[in-house]
């Protein structure tokens, strides 16, 4: 993965930690020495920090395995200096499927939770040792239990995008479709979110950008799951372009250039021969001028390993693998035939129009 550092995997599943990972560390250290903090002091802060992190690399592999339960691969896992991200192919749509999936990561913590407590009652710590703000080798398994349970109590708030919001969503799924669920979910975490803003704004200003980040995920999930519903049903031949514009691969990127300034087209289809060999975007038209400048052939710059859908592939599979590949544009085959193209942007006003003859 782009800017991360790869740690390994576990069951096939890829782990990686993103570089801002180390700024944070980093802060850390700084941090505590310019207070004045002692060496030792530091560096069980740093392993405090390594220690909570390797728990949420345990929470979400208890996604990751569950979800393999019922043949749902996870790309992989990074860490980021906000937590963790199992990158799942697809949330499972059967109610009990998602229920365990979700309620998988917040039960690891609570089972880390109940072994360091056992730990800490074995060594003979006490709780009140918890307003002991230094962290050494008799503390840190009572501040990591405690760590533990927080991360628990937190993920099961009932709210996207937490864990707790699925669950919740889980649940309504039983008894209702699962827009609805979504919906009513949504709404709960939303107004859960407004809470959190509002207690923020008078004694804790982090639990702001909590109720922001939490009042946004809702609102992503509810809309994602509504487009996904409408989406159903439907093919890629039913939403194929067949007009779209094109460029030659041998051409200078100049001819692209005067395209792509005469028209509203962002991305172009790259022939050789009359045959569909790759795709190019306003991103790459940008790129290769800055890096080769306007008379570089256009075969330099384009994209040369486009997306490749089948024709008759469920518009719903469709949408998952560009997400998963991070492009706006797929070139589309039937019987190695070539059809057209599939663009995000004409998926969303398929969605819309479907949506307004429905009201």
């Not at 407004?194 to 999930?221: D, K, R, S, T």
Request: charged share 15%; with cysteine; proline share 3%.
């Amino acid at each position: 993965m782009k800017f991360s550092l790869y740690l390994g995997k576990y069951k096939g599943i890829k782990v990686f930690i993103h570089w801002t990972f180390s700024i944070l560390l980093l802060w850390i250290i700084i941090a505590n020495a310019r207070s004045g903090m002692a060496i030792d002091d530091i560096i069980w802060s740093v392993v405090f920090i390594l220690a909570i992190f390797f728990c949420v690399l345990l929470h979400e592999f208890g996604h990751a395995l569950t979800a393999q339960k019922y043949n749902i691969q996870t790309k992989d896992i990074i860490l980021l200096p906000i937590g963790g991200l199992a990158r799942l192919e697809k949330i499972p749509e059967a109610p009990r499927q998602e229920l365990y999936v979700a309620l998988a990561g917040p039960l690891v913590n609570f089972l880390i939770f109940f072994v360091l407590s056992i730990a800490v009652y074995i060594n003979g710590t006490e709780i009140i040792r918890l307003e002991d703000v230094h962290l050494n080798g008799s503390t840190i398994l009572l501040y990591l239990a405690s760590a533990n349970l927080l991360l628990a109590v937190f993920n099961m708030l009932p709210a996207f995008p937490m864990d707790g919001g699925r669950v919740l969503r889980a649940l309504l799924s039983i008894r209702m479709d699962r827009v609805r669920a979504t919906q009513i979910a949504g709404s709960i975490g939303q107004m859960l979110a407004i809470g959190l803003v509002f207690f923020g704004l008078f004694y804790n200003p982090v639990m702001v950008f909590i109720g922001i980040f939490i009042f946004l995920g809702a609102q992503a999930e509810v809309t994602h799951t509504t487009q996904s519903s409408f989406l159903k049903g439907f093919h890629v031949s039913d939403v194929v372009m067949g007009n779209f514009p094109i460029v030659a691969f041998d051409a200078p990127l100049k001819k692209a250039i005067e395209k792509l300034l005469d028209g509203q087209s962002t991305d172009f289809v790259v022939v050789k021969d009359d045959m569909a060999i790759g795709t190019l975007s306003r991103e790459d038209i940008i790129k290769g001028l800055q890096g080769h400048g306007d008379e570089t052939p256009i075969a330099n710059v384009a994209n040369a390993s486009p997306l490749k859908l089948d024709l008759h592939l469920p518009l719903e599979d469709a949408l998952k693998r560009m997400a998963a590949e991070n492009t706006k544009v797929a070139l589309v085959f039937e019987q190695n035939h070539f059809m057209g193209i599939l663009d995000q942007e004409n998926i969303s006003e398929f969605i819309m129009v479907k949506n307004a003859s429905l009201r």
